[in-house]
């Protein structure tokens, strides 16, 4: 009879329990020394029972190899398991706590994706990478790696903060079906790989939805420029200016700077503290006091007092609120025409 003490089995045989232990474990992703958690195993369990065995045919042979592979596997899942129980060792979770919009303009939005991250581990583990992608209806809009992207604290908590940019006329360059002023719907994707004992490489799957918006610069009509106070010195003046909102978004005013042209002579600008509410697609008025040198502009003046129209030319910006966070957009205005209206003059002609 052959008795086998496992206590005997030479060191190389540990190459054997390895190969065992990749092809049950492979899918589990745990990546431990083998050789080192046997050994350890091995010297705290019961003596293993001696068997006795005689010569047996082929067959048997084989049942016996498959049903010794099978104890041993048994043994070493039961291992990782105890090690995992003993050490405290348990999977990492994330979510995506806050998308913030800190700037947005005409040209392109900056946007912040909070995740938090909390490793329930007795060790610190790294963040090995982020990779996400920002789509809308299946098309990709922006996506990126961000590597080494730092490590949580063992039984802690970090936020990590994922900034990236899109670029609008990237956007509508490539799908023209996107047109400024519009809201399109977006999912963000962010895939966190993190590095942990025992599971080794783990990805932490998020998914997120939500609206940006594509702005678009509102459209500025100087209609008219009512005397408050008439002198050839100094003149003050109303302008009685209209707003358009182009967007599919409303637009809470709160102030506007400009300067205005007429006749291609400036007669200057301000800053505006102004409140009011641009509906979306929608039209407000405001009027803005100004005061000029009526002398400063020749023959175009007679023209503008005599009720013909005076070329005029207006830029500026506003700064709104808006459901996406406070944006600063321009305006500008080109070539139009207004005329000049007595402050005794009447209004039934108004818009």
Known sequence: MLKVNFYSFPIHIMGFYDMIWYEHFQDQKIKFKLSAWLLAGMASSDKPEIVDRGFKDKAEDDDDKGGF??????????????????????????????????????????????????????VPIPLVDIDYLIESDGRKLLSGLIPDAGTIHAHGEETVKIPVTLIFDDIKSTY????????????????????????????????????????????????????????WEETVAILHVKLENMND??????????????????????????????????????????????????????????????????????????????????FSKEGGTTRLKKDDDDDDDED
């Open 69 to 122: 592979m099978d104890k041993v596997k048994d043994f070493i899942h039961d291992i990782g398991e105890k090690i995992e129980e003993t050490i405290g060792f348990g999977k990492p979770t994330a979510d995506v706590s806050a998308i913030h919009l800190p700037h947005i303009s005409l040209e392109k939005a900056d946007i912040v994706v909070d995740v938090l991250i909390k490793n329930p581990n007795p």
């Open 176 to 231: 023209s079906d996107i047109e400024p002023g519009s809201i399109i719907p977006y999912r963000l994707k962010v895939d966190l790989i993190v590095d942990v004992p025992v599971f080794g490489r783990l990805t932490l799957p998020l998914e997120k939805t939500g609206e940006i918006p594509i702005p678009y610069k509102p459209d500025i009509d100087l209609e008219k420029i009512r005397f408050e106070r008439f002198s």
């Open 249 to 330: 978004f409303d637009l809470g005013l709160n102030a506007l700077d400009y300067e205005v042209w007429l006749s291609d002579v400036s007669i200057g600008g301000a800053e505006l503290q102004k409140s009011t509410n641009i509906v979306k697609k929608g039209i407000s008025y405001v009027d803005i006091p100004i005061s000029f040198r009526p002398k400063d502009f020749g023959s175009a003046l007679w023209d503008m007092i005599r009720g013909k129209g005076t070329g005029y030319s207006m830029k500026g910006h506003v700064n709104v609120d808006t459901p996406f966070g406070p944006m600063k957009l321009p």
